[in-house]
């Protein structure tokens, strides 16, 4: 029969193989959250803060780190926004508002607006990086749009136009206002975010929506 110092012994060296295992299990999501932040702040040549043995026990290169960051921080939120699209019952305009306002709150205000402004500033660096979050958040996104609009001029609500074109314009203004508060805001007033989507908003809804009469 075992004794209560051994049953307390077994206990702790089970209790920390359960710690050591855990925690193995969350060392590669502590080394993305910090690997967002390193690769927006210093760009994607920056050194980790954390050995090579230590990147490449979990990650074979910082190409598979920054792909890791991806997964984990942003193609959750497209696959999110992909169900909404498809349940959603409600009119394709209050769709559209929810997936730009979407867009901002998750993506635009917080941290990962970084990724965007690193891409751009490092595409030509880092082909392979900058082709890999072209085809699985930038395909992706366009995909969504794509699919919301199509759905607006099938129901008569949205005016028939270039799809591929008016995904640019759409989108565009959105990365200036991300591109713009990460850099020349800080040599002018600053825009009021707010203030902004909505004027892009309600542009949007004049363009993209039939004229009385016409739907």
């Not at 958040?137 to 008569?156: D, F």
Request: hydrophobic share 45%.
């Amino acid at each position: 029969m075992q004794s209560v110092q051994e049953t307390v012994t077994t206990a702790a060296v089970g209790s920390a193989a359960s710690f050591r295992r855990r925690r193995k299990d969350e060392r590669p999501s502590e080394l993305t959250a910090a690997a967002l932040d390193l690769f927006v702040e210093r760009g994607f040549a920056a050194r980790a803060g954390v050995s090579k043995g230590t990147l490449y026990l979990y990650f074979e290169s910082k190409e598979a780190l920054f792909k890791a960051v991806i997964e984990e921080a942003i193609v959750p939120l497209l696959a999110s926004a992909e169900d909404v699209i498809a349940n959603d019952q409600g009119t394709s305009i209050d769709l559209l508002r929810r997936l730009l306002l979407g867009w901002w709150e998750q993506i635009g205000a917080t941290r990962l607006a970084g990724v965007p402004k690193l891409i751009i500033a490092e595409a030509r660096n880092f082909p392979a990086v900058a082709q890999y979050y072209h085809d699985a958040v930038i395909v992706r996104g366009r995909a969504l749009l794509r699919t919301l609009l199509q759905r607006g001029i099938e129901r008569g609500e949205f005016r028939p136009l270039d799809l591929e074109t008016a995904i640019d314009v759409i989108y565009a203004p959105l990365m200036m206002l991300v591109v713009w508060r990460s850099s020349l805001c800080f040599c002018a007033k600053e825009t009021d975010p707010a203030t902004y989507l909505r004027t892009h908003f309600d542009l949007l809804v004049q363009g993209l929506c039939q004229p009385k009469g016409l739907a």
